[in-house]
């Protein structure tokens, strides 16, 4: 099994930053590669990508709407993963959610996670 669970949310002006973290933990974890992602949900829309990573950490992958803004990234131990949002613009409120897939290969679908962490809520004031 694998638990994940996200801290570092809240409320910040707009063209702030905030650094969200990911905890992983849980024996599938510790046995296996597995990459990580971030995905956010507004009210009243779907649940979205943001960015992803490998094993590694060598590989990156972000939305259109996050890139050049959003930097994700992991630990050494490959237990934590990060993500520093920059610039942040009202649009960008929602409900964070950090996500784990078995394998090293970083995936953009959330239906390609089968461990998600209990969200954390970001809000950005204009």
């Known amino acids: 099994q694998v638990q994940l669970v996200e801290s570092g949310g809240g409320l910040v002006q707009a063209g702030g930053s905030l650094t969200l973290s990911c905890a992983a933990s849980?024996?599938?974890?510790?046995?296996?590669?597995?990459?990580m992602g971030w995905f956010r949900q507004a009210p009243g829309k779907e649940r979205e990508f943001v960015a992803t990573i490998s094993w590694s950490g060598s590989s990156t992958y972000y939305s259109n709407s996050v890139k050049g803004r959003f930097t994700i990234s992991r630990d050494s131990g490959k237990s934590t993963a990060y993500l520093l949002m920059d610039s942040l613009k009202p649009e960008d409120t929602a409900v964070y959610f950090c996500?784990?897939?078995?394998?090293?290969?970083?995936?953009?679908?959330?239906?390609?996670?089968?461990?998600w962490g209990q969200g954390t809520q970001v809000t950005v004031s204009s």
């Open positions: 849980g024996r599938t974890f510790s046995n296996y590669a597995m990459a």
């Open positions: 996500a784990a897939r078995q394998g090293s290969t970083p995936s953009s679908s959330r239906f390609d996670y089968p461990y």
